[in-house]
Every structure is written in structure tokens, then in C-alpha cells.
């Protein structure tokens, strides 16, 4: 059983929404906890933090609309959904800023979450601990998870509140630049990097590490472009003592596969679980013990007919990656374990009579890509699925060091080059140096083609993963000649406005109710 679940099920509500009346908060529920008699023991500290986990089981956080949002609005996905506006807002396209499905719900379940955090970070010191280690860890917990809901929320709005005390409903806080809000999160997980512990027990899984803290931090350096501080991070994991914690799988599958979770080379997960099968409409039941703890990633991308279509791929990636053959003659082993298309049989004879879903190729679909990560063998599928979401794995970070330290020496190093070799040996791709389409001679001696090139190795490696619009970001898609490469690849790039479509609106009901916040730019 899933460690992190069995504690959610004994979690603590106290619920915050930026928008609420003032005067609601002033009925008093005798049947509950109020936060004057909370906060009083080392349990009740427990409890707080893994309330802060449990925003993990929202729609607008991990149980859905992130997989749709944050794949759809970068180059490697498209939404066909019916749902108008849910489509469009991967589109580029954001008529409702008030849209409830996703630009609402997503931005107050992040707030939730951080609210809860800060109530625990606000609190802990008035608590006695018997173990001052185990105090400090509960912090630095508590921070790598504030600063992981800040980082994904910044990746999606760019300026949003600096929110970093227990709210009240009179608050109205100011908006804060994106840059803000990265060195927020870099203080946050610095000082969880000093607290956490290195490894956890079996009963622990599921709770960062410092090695956690590490590679979030290095992505938040990262898209900060402070290069030498995001190497100093990275070394630690890659060369220093969290070499020794972390390496890649040697079956790359297995990362998606709910039946090998919490591998080696997983450094954090989220968390599903099945322990609870409940229907679609408890979802939302903030309340209910016994409300679901998996995830609706596999309904929410499988094809009409079978699940609700709300995000598919892109057909550029198939063709990449089968640009270049294996040392053995054969196509990408990562094509086939990544998505469904025509043609997949073809491509992969060893694995003949493939079935999407249990069924075989529907014509209609045509050029269409569905997407097969993170699905599951349950059949018919289900409202949830069991299988955690990879939100960092060991060779995100392996192709991240290898971009920081060209952009640190200028050039790309033996390190650098080894650290890309690494990756693509994995799945029987050769050196770099050695490939049959790529020019490694000059991906190997040029700084910009290099640059290059990893974007094209990290869209193969990480394809689907919610980190492509992260990456675009850094590399900076904001201008015009990217935009014009983008569009060739994804025709929803035809919709975006330099200077605007970077970040989605602020739901305008915040910025209706509150005067010290500005809407985005050129909204």
C-alpha cells in the first residue's frame, strides 16, 4: 500500500478560498475542529502536513486538469475536447478568465494547498517535539511542497501572490513578478535541502528527500538562467552523494508502469492509489474520508468512445522518433511505450497484435496520437487509475545538467556530452557522436547546437511528461523566429500573441475582488 495515501485518509481540512465572503468565516461549526484548539501537538503538526499532501487529489492540481493544461499549451499536445473553453484554453485562446474548469479551480486549490502549508510552517514553532529532527524534516517538507505548488503556478501565470502567511479573508496581497516568485521558491528549497533526510523508510515513501529538494531546486535555478547555482545543485545529485541514491532503470518502461513505482530512478512521485473506488462526483468531497486518492490522467487522454479525449499528442513526435535507429536496427523502444498510432504495429513488429485499450486501431482516428503513458492494464477503464505521476526522475536531471553545463563552460564538455550519451544508451541509441542522422561533430563542438540538440533529446525522453511547457519557457518561446518553429509543429502556435500567450489571465474574479492585483499583461 501507498504510504502517503494511508496518512490522507486521517487528514485535517481547513479550507481557504481568496474569494470568499469575510463575513461567512465568522460562523462558528460546533461539530469541528477550530483552529484555536488545533495546532497544539506534535500530532496535530503531522496532520497539517499531510493536508498539504492532500491537495496532490483535485481536479485542479494532479487528479486531471494539470495533465490537460500543461501538456496542451506546449508544442507537443492538442486538445480536441468537446468542451469548448477546456479545448481552447490549450489553445491560446482564453475568452472566460473565469473559466471554473480549469483557470479557476486550478489557481484556489493551489492557494488551498499553500494556505495549509503556511498555516503548518506558521504554527510548528508554538509546538513541543520530541525529536527536533523530526520537527525540522516536517519543515522542510512542508516547504519543497509550497514551493512546488508556487513552481507549477508561476509556470502557468508567471505573476501571481506571494502568499507566505495564514490568510484571512481580508487579505488582499499583491501580485508578485515570476522572477519573485522563483527566488521565493529557491529560499523555500534551500532550506528544505538543509532539512530533509537523504533516504526514507518504506513507511515514508512518498515524502521528499533532500535529493527531492535538490532537482527541484535546479529546475527553478534553471528557468531563473542562474546557471552556475543550478550546476552547484546538480552535482550533488549527479556527482556527489545522490549518485549513489539515483540512476536510470534499465527497462525504460517501468517508469510508467504502476506495478514498479518508487524506483531508482524516481526521485519524487505523486502518489495514487485505488484504496478508495468512489465515483466520479466525490472528487470535490474535501470532507469525506473515504474520498479518491487516484488519479484520472488514463481516462482523461484516452479516445473518445473509450475515455473523455480531453488532451492527445502531436504528430511530430512520432516522426522524431523514428528519425533515427537504434544500434540494433530498430525503432525507439520510447515511441512505442509512449503512444498509440497507426502504424505502431509496423514499427515495432517484435509486439504484434497491439491493441489501444483493448481494441484494435479505429480507422476514424486516422493521423491522430493517443497518448500511453501512464496507462494501465485495468480494462474498461475506470474513473481513476493507481499509477503514481513521475514528477521528477533521474534523467530530467541527467539532460538538465547536460544544458547547464554548456551554458556555464560556453561549450558543450565531455561531461555534458556523457550525461546525453547516458540517456540515449539506455534505450540502445547510439553516442551522439556516433548518430546516423544527427550531425555529431557539430553537436559535440558547437554551444548553440548543442542548446539544440537537447531540446530535441528532452522532447523524446520526457515527451508527455507536463515538462515540455516548462522547457519552452526557458529556452524562450517568446519571440518571433521560435514562435515560427513552433507553429510548424503545433498549429494552436498560430493563436499565440508575444508578450501575452507566455502566461494564461488571473481568473478575473481575483483581480475584481482584489485592487492590489494586477491582470496579465495585455489581458
Known sequence: MKQINNYILCFIVILFTSSCNEELLDLKNENTLSTGLFWQTEADIDAGVVAVYNMFYRQGTWTRNMYTQIRGMSDEAVSYAGWTELNEYTKFIFTNYNFYETNVKMWEEHYVAINRANQVLDNIDNVTFSDEAHKNDLIGQTKFLRAFYYFYMTALWDNVPLVLQTSSAADQPMGSTADEVLTQIEEDLEDAVSKLPATRSDDETGRPTKGA??????????????????????????????????????????????????????????????????????????LDPNA?????????????????????????????????????????????????????????????????????????????????????????????????????????????????LNEVNGTPTAKAIELVNRVRNRVKLPNIQNSTYYNGNQVTTN?????????????????????????????????????????????????????????????????????????????
Open 213 to 286: 529538494a535538490y532537482a527541484l531546486l535546479a529546475k527553478a535555478y534553471a528557468q531563473h538562467h542562474k546557471w552556475e547555482e543550478a550546476k552547484t545543485t546538480l552535482e550533488w545529485l549527479v556527482d556527489g552523494p545522490g549518485s549513489g541514491y539515483y540512476d536510470l532503470v534499465t527497462n525504460w518502461a517501468d517508469n510508467f508502469n504502476n506495478n514498479t513505482e518508487n524506483n531508482i530512478e524516481s526521485i519524487f512521485e505523486i502518489q495514487f492509489s485505488l484504496m478508495n473506488r468512489v465515483g466520479f462526483d466525490q472528487t470535490d468531497n474535501h
Open 447 to 523: 554551444q548553440d547546437a548543442f542548446r539544440e540538440h537537447i531540446k530535441v533529446e528532452r522532447s523524446l525522453e520526457l515527451a508527455t511528461e507536463c515538462v515540455r511547457w516548462i522547457d519552452l519557457k526557458r529556452w524562450g518561446i517568446n519571440d518571433a523566429e521560435t514562435l515560427d518553429e513552433l507553429k510548424e509543429r503545433d498549429s494552436d502556435f498560430n493563436n499565440f500573441i508575444i508578450g501575452k500567450s507566455i502566461r494564461m489571465p488571473i481568473p478575473q474574479s481575483e483581480v475584481d475582488n482584489n485592487p492590489n492585483l494586477d491582470q496579465n499583461e495585455q489581458y
Open 292 to 404: 479518491q486518492l487516484g488519479t484520472q490522467i488514463e481516462m482523461n487522454q484516452a479516445p473518445s468512445g473509450i475515455g473523455w479525449n480531453n488532451i492527445e499528442a502531436r504528430r511530430w513526435l512520432v516522426d522524431y522518433y523514428k528519425r533515427e535507429k537504434t544500434t540494433d536496427g530498430k525503432n525507439d523502444i520510447r515511441l512505442f511505450y509512449s503512444f498509440w498510432y497507426d502504424g505502431a504495429a509496423s514499427d515495432f513488429p517484435d509486439y504484434p497484435n497491439q491493441l489501444i485499450y483493448g481494441a484494435p486501431w479505429n480507422n476514424s482516428w486516422g493521423n491522430r496520437v493517443f497518448i500511453k503513458k501512464y496507462s494501465t492494464d485495468e480494462l474498461p477503464l475506470y474513473y481513476w487509475n493507481d499509477n503514481n505521476f513521475r514528477s521528477l526522475r533521474y534523467a530530467d536531471i541527467l539532460l538538465l545538467y547536460a544544458e547547464v
